[in-house]
């Protein structure tokens, strides 16, 4: 999806320099003031209109590149990317497929990326799983808790860095520790934030050393958090 630039207004008046600058000026300028009426966009005699005098606004000031199909480029905001991506990944693909045949260099291993909005280059390296990663990850987060801290002590933990949560639910292999929805159960289970570890394990809604299930809207699968509580 392409954003839409914006020109200030006294340099499409003043000191145009470029083609899109004497067809901004056209378009918000003349056909306002001229035509009175909501540019069609998709009418092929009110493109022609600001075309040709975006053209003689062009060439009065020196200006060259002024065309009918720049001209609909600038007022629908169109990039023409659909046949030049096609274009790069054929021929990334032939690439691919002369090194695979031929031995002549390496191949892809698992991702490339093209950039190529100021210049073009393309560079490819191996994506790995971590096995720590909250997303991709599998393997349990192992943490160590003291008895006396609060279960919103361990929240603001799972918002901060390297967990990043919004605002997770979290069970033990026991009880629903804290649910953030639906509403009801949230406002049942929201005075056991204010609860220590001590607390909950005291009413057996944990164990000593115990595995925590987490969920949270930022990830998609679910944390699997393996606690002790220490004195």
């Known amino acids: 999806m392409s954003n839409e630039k914006r020109y200030n207004i006294c340099t499409l008046a003043e000191t145009p320099r470029v083609p899109e600058h004497c067809i901004e000026y056209v378009y918000i300028k003349e056909w306002n003031e001229q035509m009175k009426r909501k540019l069609n966009t998709d009418s092929k005699e009110d493109m022609t209109w600001i075309y040709e005098r975006a053209l003689k606004r062009a060439e009065a000031y020196g200006i060259q590149g002024v065309t009918y199909m720049l001209t609909m480029g600038v007022l629908k905001h169109i990039i023409p990317a659909v046949a030049t991506t096609n274009a790069i990944v054929a021929a990334s693909c032939v690439s691919e497929a002369l090194k695979i045949g031929t031995t002549v260099s390496v191949h892809l291993d698992n ?57 997770p639910s979290v069970r033990s292999n026991s009880a629903s520790l804290y649910m953030n929805a639906p509403k009801s159960l949230e406002e049942e289970l929201r005075p056991r934030l204010d609860m220590t570890w001590k607390q909950l394990k005291a009413e057996k809604l944990v164990n000593k050393v115990d595995s925590l299930s987490v969920t949270d809207s930022t990830v998609t699968q679910i944390l699997i958090i393996n606690i002790e509580l220490q004195d």
Request: with cysteine.
């Open 111 to 167: 991702q490339m990326q093209y950039s190529g909005q100021t210049g073009t280059y393309a560079f490819t390296f191996q994506y790995e799983r971590s096995d720590n990663c909250i997303v991709c990850g599998n393997k349990p987060i192992e943490m160590v808790l003291k008895s006396e801290s609060k279960l919103s002590d361990f929240m603001n933990i799972l918002k901060q860095a390297p967990y990043n949560l919004k605002n």
